[in-house]
């Protein structure tokens, strides 16, 4: 990507406006005309390297930033809702979507939603989908959320660097840091932490206000503990931080800011579990070995493989991850994404995916596999499944596969690549069936929206069509 272009209008603008400067008095501080700089904001000119540098130097803007793949995120979005045969011929075409994405990230954005209710809207009428039947809920609040920290690039600066704060106040040694975070919590707020049997097997965590008490379950993995005693401590310690950051979300129902609210909470958590200067640090040094970085800070292997999608803080990046967890059914209940790969907006995930793999099977181990998009993006994916049990042997366990990838570009800084050839050997997957244009792949499991299909009753192969 070293000589791709870099057209970035609308953060130029942005950082223009932001500043309240004109374009005549930009182009005289970038020693460039007037209607060059005109070009630039409406993505027809490039930037240089030279005005990148200067933009980074007198505007705050990072250079990372500057050339990061952020519009793919909305192009893949856009694309994915494009194939809807509701739009038929007058979908655009791949240069426009492509322009849009780039140029007016937020009206891209509003067409997304736009069409999300839409989609919804038609679902609950032909009851296609019951469980949407009472109208928007639950779902499209957790929807619009988890656009909220697509879009922010997993990454909220200043909870992280407050999470950091703290935990060097508190101390970075494992040992004892529990308690040393409850006594943190009975100095600072006069709270104080209890360890109990849950009134439920799947009770995490209970805060009596009344008697100003954190009651914890007894049988949680002590990183579960401590994890669950900072989310409680962002909540109270944090609170008017996180409330500014959701109040400038501008989420439409109170119910996405109460489900931000605690998504914040748990971020804060992660970060303080695995502060990021030490977290990065021992990253690189262990080549990003999940199990390593799992015993040396104390977390499980899903909490790190969290944390490693979150190393975007600009000026100190680690290896750009995309992260998910699966449940048994093959639902996506976690993704993040700091890499060109996108996850499904609408139904299920790419089968050939090695996350499905590992159910019943490498069990907290971890399987590799090479894999290209259709976009010919390659990755290094790695999986492992896990069971969390929460009581005896007739208690309730929950299964999940984990997902944990970044491009073959840094494939090279991971422990997992050391034995393997990354120029060869990788396996074509997708990001849904509704839109993948692979012709020839036999676990396909519905035709692209936007092909036409070509019926032959007298020939059967194992996919029941051809893709015209």
């Known amino acids: 990507m070293a000589d791709r272009k870099i057209f970035a209008g609308a953060r130029v603008r942005a950082a223009r406006t932001k500043v309240g400067l004109t374009q005549r008095e930009l182009a005289r501080r970038l020693e460039i005309s007037v209607s060059y700089l005109n070009q630039i904001e409406n993505n027809q000119r490039p930037l240089t390297a030279s005005l990148m540098l200067t933009l980074a130097e007198n505007f705050g803007l990072d250079l990372v930033e500057l050339t990061s793949e952020g519009a793919d995120r909305v192009l893949a979005d856009l694309r994915e809702a ?138 949680l993995a002590p990183a579960t503990q401590y994890f669950q005693l900072g989310v409680q401590l962002a909540l109270i310690e944090q609170a008017e931080l996180i409330d500014e950051i959701v109040a400038g979300a501008e989420f439409k129902t109170r119910q996405a800011a109460d489900i931000c609210r605690l998504g914040l909470a748990n971020y804060f958590a992660g970060a303080l579990q695995m502060p990021y200067g030490a977290f990065l640090t021992a990253a690189d040094r262990t080549g990003y070995d999940v199990e390593e970085l799992a015993f040396e800070f104390g977390a499980s292997m899903e909490q790190v493989g969290h944390r490693l999608s979150t190393m975007q803080r600009p000026r100190a990046r680690g290896v750009p991850f995309f992260f998910a967890r699966v449940d048994a059914a093959g639902t996506i209940t976690k993704r993040h994404s700091a890499t060109p790969l996108q996850f499904p907006r609408f139904g299920g995930a790419c089968p050939l995916w090695n996350v499905h793999w590992v159910f019943g099977e490498h069990n907290g181990r971890i399987a590799r596999q090479l894999a290209e998009t259709p976009d010919g993006n390659r990755y290094l994916c790695l999986a492992w499944s896990e069971e969390k049990h929460t009581g005896g042997f007739r208690g309730p366990v929950r299964r999940y596969a984990y997902a944990l990838g970044c491009e073959v570009t840094h494939a090279s800084k991971l422990t997992y690549a050391a034995d393997l050839d990354l120029t060869r050997g990788f396996e074509p997957i997708g990001i849904s069936c509704r839109i993948c244009p692979r012709t020839n792949c036999i676990q396909r499991s519905v035709p692209p929206m936007d092909a036409r299909l070509e019926i032959d009753v007298d020939r059967r192969e194992v996919v029941p069509y051809r893709l015209g």
Request: charged share 25%.
């Open 82 to 219: 494009m194939a809807d045969p509701l739009f038929g011929e007058a979908a655009p075409g791949l240069i426009e979507l492509k322009s849009v994405a780039a140029s007016a990230p937020d009206t891209a954005r509003a067409m997304l939603r736009l069409y999300e209710a839409y989609r919804k809207a038609n679902e609950r009428l032909m009851g296609a989908d019951a469980a949407m039947v009472g109208g928007p809920g639950p779902q499209t609040s957790y929807e619009e959320v988890r656009d909220f920290f697509h879009y922010a690039n997993n990454y909220i600066d200043p909870l992280d660097l407050a999470a950091e704060t703290l935990a060097a106040s508190i101390g970075f040694a494992l040992h004892g840091r529990l308690e040393r975070l409850a006594n943190h919590l009975t100095a600072r707020h006069r709270i104080s932490v209890m360890f109990e049997e849950p009134n439920s097997p799947d009770q995490l965590r209970r805060f009596d206000r009344a008697s100003r008490t954190i009651v914890l379950n007894g049988r």
